[in-house]
């Protein structure tokens, strides 16, 4: 997108402008797909004993406003709607990161070239309709060419690249992930096993005053309160150096870096007091990526830990709900934050919260205070499901055995046998 150093920093102005706005308005929360998904499982009838193939059949829907790449959209659409002017959402779109990229192994290749070639975990499905269909009965809108869906359907769909042609090849077909290097010895060196994508961000590509290349970054998924700038030749108004809560209540350092202006990937490097070396995500930004639900929503929607939060301007927390619901300790944790401090914590075992004493009642009441809006009851709605889950053991039990599945499909393992017609690789 070319663009004036003027229309430049008037659009980061404004975007410096939303982010914290939204960070106040929405709800973070990764457990409406699980429960979306054993909604859909326990109305299908299917036993528990085939938990794995109903999985592997599923496709979850687009939520808005409540995981990370969701909240990327939002943020756009919001962005796109307050700078008409500019053609934001023709040139922005997604990107996923992979996380615990070992700094050796980083430091150990001369990268040309990082491609992704990711194997598809359902059966063959046309993923760019599934996508462009769940994401319109999402928002409900008639006009294709609002913002919300604009953004969507013309930066992540109608320009999309390699990335659902490669999830629309047979799903048999094992996943294969290619490194290229300057130095041919190394040429058959594959990434870490460790290798996982788990998160989403969002990007805008820019041209500055016509000539200068660079990446507006956008992460409103770890809390991080302003845009990222990242020019490609390393001067200003390149701002790599930021803060967000990431997985750290009290905050985590973010730097970014373009490991060479040649290659299509940005490094993110996170550090934190209590741990200094931190983790490496690395993001691929060659092209948008649009099989977030089916490769970064799926896999982790299996995990038996989910949280709901509500953030403050800053991308600090207010407040949160941590689920465990794992077969061993079932429980629920309520948290009230206070920035740069400890939380204050109270956990219930699921089933006890009709015998809370009034002091955990009070604490319970004041964090569903902040993390519903008024009128809504959507976090008590939440909580009744998940305590439904947890009474399920032998959902729980096949819901272990498939994302254990999963996880070894994702590094690579050949799993052998997971239904009778079929073996399955990743």
Do not use: W
């Not at 457990?31 to 193939?53: H, I, M, Q």
């Not at 993923?127 to 609002?146: C, G, P, R, V, Y």
């Not at 001067?235 to 290659?263: C, I, W, Y």
């Amino acid at each position: 997108m070319d663009i004036s150093q003027t229309q430049f920093d008037d659009m980061v102005e404004k975007i410096e402008s939303a982010i914290p706005k939204l960070l106040d308005e929405l709800t973070y929360t990764n457990a409406g797909y699980l429960l979306d998904f054993y909604n859909a499982f326990k109305e299908s009838k299917t036993p528990c004993e085939e938990l794995r193939n109903f999985y592997m059949k599923y496709n979850p829907p687009f939520r808005s406003n409540e995981v990370c790449s969701s909240m990327a959209v939002e943020l756009l659409d919001r962005i796109a709607a307050d700078i008409p002017a500019i053609p934001i959402a023709n040139h922005s779109y997604l990107s996923t990161s992979a996380v615990n990229v070992d700094n050796s192994f980083l430091e150990s290749l001369g990268i040309t070239e990082f491609e992704y070639n990711e194997g598809c975990q359902s059966e063959s499905i046309n993923l760019l309709e599934h996508l462009a269909t769940t994401i319109q009965q999402t928002f409900n809108k008639s006009d294709l060419n609002t913002c919300a869906v604009n953004v969507q359907a013309s930066s992540l769909l109608e320009n999309l690249g390699m990335d659902v042609k490669d999830f629309e090849n047979d799903p048999k077909e094992p996943a294969k992930k290619k490194l290229k290097t300057k130095d041919t010895r190394s040429t058959k060196r594959e990434p870490p096993r460790t290798f996982t994508h788990g998160h989403v961000a969002a990007f805008i590509r820019i041209r500055l005053e016509g000539t200068r290349l660079g990446y507006i970054l956008l992460d409103p998924g770890f809390g991080i309160q302003r845009p990222v700038i990242i020019m490609e030749d390393g001067k200003p108004p390149h701002m790599v150096d930021v803060m967000g809560t990431s997985r750290a209540s009290q905050g985590e350092k973010f730097e970014f870096s373009l490991p060479s202006p040649n290659l299509p990937y940005i490094l993110a490097r996170t550090s934190r007091d209590d741990d200094p070396s931190g983790e490496n995500h690395l993001f691929y930004v060659g092209r948008p990526f649009c099989s977030f639900l089916q490769s970064v929503t799926k896999p982790t929607l299996l995990t038996p830990f989910k949280n709901m939060a509500r953030r403050k301007e800053s991308g600090f927390p207010r407040a949160a709900v941590y689920f465990d619901i794992s077969k061993s300790s079932p429980k629920f944790t309520f948290a009230l934050y206070n920035d740069f401090e400890d939380p204050q914590k109270r956990t219930v075992d699921f089933g006890g919260r009709g015998n809370l004493t009034k002091e955990i009642k009070d604490h319970y009441i004041k964090v569903l205070g902040y993390l519903d809006t008024p009128k809504q009851n959507i976090t008590s709605k939440i909580l009744e499901t998940m305590e439904e889950i947890a009474r399920d053991e032998d959902f729980l039990k096949h819901m272990e055995i498939t994302r254990k599945m999963v996880t070894a499909m994702r590094r690579g393992i050949r799993v052998v046998n997971f239904n009778k017609n079929k073996n399955a690789t990743n």
